[in-house]
């Protein structure tokens, strides 16, 4: 690509973060989608579950399950990497 054209695409993801799509992968508001049937479940699980995912996805799932706003908090949501959150039903 270009300079010009990764300049347009940065503006692209300044203008709206949330719905910007980099070619050829998805929006942080697809993965939103995308992940609701997954927190669903985890929500409903009675049982300790261990969820292993990059880290962006661990973050808007975490987000969902401890009621930050989505979006956009989701992704303001601090995880280190190569670390174990435990969260407990309340």
Known sequence: ?????L???LRKFQEDA??????????????VHRLTPVVL???RCKI???VVSPLMTLRTVYAC??????PP??????IPQH????LKPT
């Open 73 to 78: 908090r989701a992704g303001e949501v601090e």
């Open 18 to 31: 949330f719905r910007y799509r980099c070619p050829g992968g998805e929006s942080f508001e697809d993965l």
């Open 65 to 70: 399950l401890v009621g930050a706003q989505v």
């Open 1 to 5: 690509q270009s300079k010009a054209e």
């Open 48 to 50: 300790p579950l261990v």
């Open 7 to 9: 300049q347009m695409e």
């Open 83 to 86: 670390s174990i959150v435990e």
């Open 41 to 43: 479940r985890v929500e």
